[in-house]
């Protein structure tokens, strides 16, 4: 079974840091693709941001730029999503996925975590 699970979402502030985790189980992510993906209420999914299985990231989304990081941790098998400077549009539930292709992108994802809610708000 290959599953990825999110955790870390919860309700912050504008300008508040959140880290949430996308922990596998059932295969080495470290041999993986791994993006992260939202979707807030009334929009489309966007792409956020992406680590290669080459430890390269890519960045999908100008608005998360300078605020947004992803790391990888082996040991633990183990991907964060940084976030800083938070803001309401960043509102949204947040998932991971995982790709068997070498470089970012934003499509050919074909594992998928049941999503985190990250709420923005005053």
């Known amino acids: 079974q290959l599953q990825l699970v999110e955790s870390g979402g919860g309700l912050v502030q504008p300008g508040g840091s959140l880290r949430l985790s996308c922990a596998a189980s059932?295969?080495?992510?470290?041999?993986?693709?791994i993006g992260w993906f939202r979707q807030a209420p009334g929009k489309e999914r966007e792409g956020v941001i992406c680590?290669?299985?080459?430890?390269?990231?890519?960045n999908f989304a100008d608005s998360v730029k300078g605020r947004f990081t992803i790391s990888r941790d082996n040991a633990k098998n183990t991907v964060y999503l940084h976030m800083n400077s938070l803001k309401p549009e960043d509102t949204a539930v947040y998932y991971c996925?995982?790709?068997?292709?070498?470089?970012?992108?934003?499509?050919?994802?074909?594992?998928w975590g049941q999503g985190t809610q990250v709420t923005v708000s005053s």
């Open positions: 996925a995982a790709s068997r292709r070498y470089l970012c992108r934003q499509y050919a994802y074909g594992y």
């Open positions: 059932g295969f080495t992510l470290d041999y993986y693709t």
């Open positions: 680590i290669s299985s080459s430890g390269g990231s890519t």
